[in-house]
């Protein structure tokens, strides 16, 4: 039985399209401000991207001019989310898991810290890691956690929507996980559980 759970937070506890207004009409203003050297297609594009990768990611993949960049970093650094958000409708199933949870998030500190607060779930959670993808990856924060807090790999389970991030590291790590993947995005990802929902998790977690 799973007893440890390490849990995504972008479109795991929450799905980010039908929040997109709360999350990104501030930093989508900021943005049409700075000269990022792109076209508007790749613009577009971009944003797209952003409501599932992480900004550093997002902004190398297509090349925005550095200049710019320092400006960004500096607003998204001391950006807070002051809008109520609201959780998945399978947040209930996460919520129910008997045991340690832990969420594991790439991105700004303060950014993800306020999305837990504002989806009303801290006290849900044993931790909140946050992981700035631009020194670390998701592979050395589970680490972490389990040197930590002496942690058993054998009774954690990672719970996440990204096969090429915490899916794929905690594999590599010999965690067992669960891939949400509600549009099929990756069908032919390697994962010990998967669902198009969180349906299944409980049976996941054999409990």
Excluded: W
């Excluded at 390490?6 to 990104?24: A, R, W």
């Excluded at 297509?62 to 809008?83: C, D, H, Q, W």
């Excluded at 409708?89 to 898991?97: C, E, T």
Aim: charged share 25%; aromatic share 10%; glycine share 4%.
């Amino acid at each position: 039985m799973k007893q440890i759970f390490f849990i995504d937070l972008d479109n795991t506890i929450y799905f980010t399209k039908p929040n997109e207004e709360q999350l990104m009409s501030a930093l989508y203003q900021f943005l049409d401000e700075q000269h990022l050297g792109i076209s508007a297609a790749q613009y577009q594009a971009a944003k797209n991207e952003m409501l599932r990768t992480p900004f550093q990611k997002v902004a190398e993949k297509y090349g925005f001019r550095p200049e710019a960049m320092e400006n960004i970093i500096a607003f998204l650094n001391s950006r807070e989310v002051t809008k109520p958000l609201k959780p998945s409708d399978d947040y209930h199933l996460i919520k129910a898991l008997k045991g340690r949870k832990f969420i594991v998030t790439a991105g700004f500190y303060k950014q993800q810290t306020s999305k837990v607060k504002m989806l009303g779930i801290a006290n849900d959670f044993e931790e909140v890691c946050v992981v700035d993808v631009t020194v670390s990856n998701k592979k050395e924060a589970f680490q972490k956690l389990i040197d930590q807090h002496k942690l058993n790999k054998a009774e954690i389970l990672i719970i996440g929507d990204d096969a090429d991030s915490e899916i794929k590291f905690g594999l590599e790590l010999g965690i067992e996980t669960f891939l949400l993947d509600p549009e099929n995005r990756f069908p032919n990802a390697e994962t010990t559980y998967k669902g198009t929902d969180l349906s299944n998790l409980k049976l996941a977690a054999g409990q």
